[in-house]
């Protein structure tokens, strides 16, 4: 009988070391991540913990354009980055894949995706009050269904912000996200015309609200950085950030 990886560590007596070692390398992320955030809890973004801007049709339709021509993926244990941190829970990966339908990430999506950046960069930093990067994408469409997501904090270093584009805008019937701002009051976005987003997604408690269609969603994740970055970096659909800031 093939003993589970875990059992057999145990036995060989190695996994207390393994799992101590997870745990000094996570205690060590989390002191960094707080040293490198120092002075990055301001700008717009701080009073409420949400930023919405319009997006124009001409961004709209190239990026549906370049949602629409990606093949479909999938998240998956395999392929993630050294030095990252990623989704290992089996069932969390089978219920993320059950609520979202992911598309790869192309380099028609990656051009577009650089170009928006670029034209945007002052906004961003604006509303953050400090330079940024990205630190990974995601591309996928947000399923239809009747059952609404828990309201839930991500749980990362609070100066990792979320960046939604919403090329369908966002609304009860085409799928949209629920936010309880860092004032206590409740917002549900609620704009038919296409959007993009910064949210606090540590520090605000967020759920999804998944309509009665598909709502296209390209997701970035932005870090502090010493020099604003405008390079939308792609590192695996199951990379989600740095163990390390300077990373």
């Keep these: 009988m093939r003993l589970g990886i875990r059992t057999r560590l145990r036995q060989l007596g190695w996994y207390p070391q393994l799992a101590a070692q997870r745990g000094f390398a996570a205690a060590v992320s989390a002191l960094s991540w707080r040293a490198w955030s120092i002075g990055c809890d301001g700008g717009q973004i701080s009073k409420t913990g949400v930023a919405a801007h319009p997006l124009s049709k001409e961004w709209s339709e190239r990026f549906l354009a370049a949602l629409d021509a990606a093949p479909l993926d999938t998240i998956k244990l395999d392929g ?30 990656l051009q577009a995706l650089r170009e928006f950046l670029t034209e945007n960069r002052l906004i961003i930093e604006k509303c953050l009050g400090h330079p940024w990067r990205v630190c990974s994408v995601r591309t996928f469409f947000l399923k239809p269904s009747t059952e609404e997501g828990g309201m839930h904090f991500d749980g990362w270093p609070p100066s990792i912000r979320k960046l939604f584009i919403l090329p369908n805008g966002a609304t009860r019937r085409t799928g949209t996200t629920q936010f309880k701002l860092r004032s206590g009051d409740d917002l549900v976005i609620d704009e038919p015309r296409p959007l993009w987003t910064i949210f606090e997604n540590s520090r605000v408690q967020h759920a999804l609200v998944p309509g009665e269609v598909a709502r296209p969603t390209i997701e970035l994740n932005i870090v502090p950085a010493r020099k604003t970055s405008t390079e939308p970096f792609y590192c695996g659909i199951n990379n989600w950030y740095p163990l390390f800031p300077w990373a």
């Design 80 to 109: 993630r980055r050294p030095g990252y941190f990623y989704e290992a829970r089996p069932k969390e990966l089978i219920h993320l894949n059950n609520v979202n339908e992911y598309r790869a990430v192309t380099p028609a999506m």
